[in-house]
């Protein structure tokens, strides 16, 4: 069974080149819905008009279609900023 906690534990794989964290750890994820065996993952770049969009959404895409059951994959870019407020990680 496919669950949210699986596909964010999938999605920490997803690294950001420029900090050397993952997506979700950088609250970069901002949903995951699920549908029978298809996904949908929301999510917001740490910079508007970042040039690694294209490979941030690939990793995130090939990361989740690996898990066992997942056949469809979609993950969209949302155009709202990117705020660590609220997560764990220290970012001073």
Do not use: K
Request: aromatic share 6%; charged share 25%.
């Amino acid at each position: 069974m496919i669950t949210e906690e699986l596909v964010r534990t999938a999605l920490r794989q997803v690294i950001d080149p420029e900090f050397g964290v993952d997506i979700v750890d950088m609250n970069m994820v901002r949903s995951v819905e699920i549908e029978e065996d298809t996904v949908h993952v929301a999510l917001v770049l740490t910079v508007p008009f970042c040039p690694l969009a294209g490979y941030m959404v690939e990793m995130a895409r090939q990361a989740v279609a690996s898990l066992p059951g997942v056949r469809q994959v979609t993950v969209e870019v949302l155009d709202e900023p990117w705020t660590p407020t609220g997560q764990d990680y220290d970012w001073n």
